[in-house]
């Protein structure tokens, strides 16, 4: 992790669940939370679900992290996650038997708004991906593209999307330089909030599904390396920064949590994910 961060509130303080009891939202509700790129499915597959009497809250407190310390707090029946479950977390969680099922899979695209591409810049390699987002470029003429200002929203430690970054950048580890201090440098959390404040500022770039840009014209994926993160690319592995998306639950699931798990990865629950922007389980096996 390039920066350390408490993802918990002082306050919670529940005993992890027991070491393979299965989760199995064995009580009236289902809860549901974690990533928020995950989430346009759980809510459209909760929505699917309720309709036969089902009862689930879904929410994305936190991001992938937050959804996998509230599960290894027994706070929550499935943790969404675009990342994989961390050595780091079983040691956090000692007792606690994370089983991921894998649902689907989905890209991180360097976002921008579409004036810099329309300046000229379409592209961007590794190493000036990594100055961009160590704060070293001021102005997108200095990579070819319009003389606007840099502004970089980054997301927060803990976010599937920045470790997939971290990761394609720094090797591994994901282990960078601390952020930089500057007024052109901000951290964001969710997809939502990113999306927001990338329409909302000049010459801003951040990392994003490239799911979330869909309908929206004012924002763009530069291409990585010269390649696009398209259904193709990802598929082929071509497009460098592709992750796996995950539901969590502590222990095979059971009960509810294996109703709403099964959904997802049946054919209707599919659906929901090729809707959502992603690469469905067959697409994935297919490359």
């Known amino acids: 992790m390039r920066r350390a961060v408490s993802v918990l509130g002082a306050g919670l303080a529940l005993a992890s669940a027991a070491a393979g009891c299965g989760s199995s939202g064995g009580g009236d509700t289902l ?3 974690g990533s928020t790129t995950v989430n346009p499915v759980a809510a459209d597959a909760a929505t699917a679900l ?4 089902m009862k689930i809250t879904v929410d994305s407190q936190g991001g992938s992290a937050g959804g996998i310390a509230q599960l290894g707090q027994g ?15 079983r040691k956090a969680y000692p007792k606690v038997n994370f089983v991921s099922t894998r649902i689907g899979e989905d890209a991180v695209g360097i976002v921008v708004r579409r004036e810099v591409v329309d ?3 379409r592209s961007i390699g590794k190493a000036q991906l990594g100055r961009l987002f160590e704060g070293k470029i001021a102005n997108w003429r200095e990579l070819g593209g319009p003389n606007l200002p840099v502004f970089v929203y980054d997301k927060e430690p803990g976010r599937g999307t920045r470790e997939v970054l971290d990761k394609y950048l720094y090797g591994p580890t994901g282990k960078g330089p601390p952020p930089p201090q500057s007024g052109s440098y901000a ?5 939502e909030e990113t999306r927001t404040k990338l329409l909302s500022t000049p010459g801003s770039v ?3 599904s490239s799911a979330f840009i869909r309908g929206y014209p004012t924002l763009a994926t530069l291409a990585v ?7 193709r690319t990802i598929a082929d592995g071509t497009y460098p920064m592709s992750r796996p998306l995950f539901l969590v639950t502590n222990g095979p699931a059971r009960g509810k949590a294996k109703r709403f798990i099964d959904y997802v990865v049946s054919p209707a629950g599919q659906r929901l994910v090729a809707k959502a922007g992603y690469l469905t389980l067959a697409e994935v096996r297919a490359r």
């Open 31 to 33: 809860r549901v939370s």
């Open 50 to 53: 309720r309709a036969t009497g």
């Open 75 to 89: 706070q929550i029946d499935i943790a969404m996650s675009s990342k994989p479950i961390a050595p780091a977390d």
């Open 119 to 121: 300046g000229g810049l």
């Open 187 to 191: 951290i964001v959390g969710g997809n």
């Open 206 to 208: 951040g990392p994003l």
């Open 225 to 231: 390396g010269g390649v696009q993160p398209t259904a």
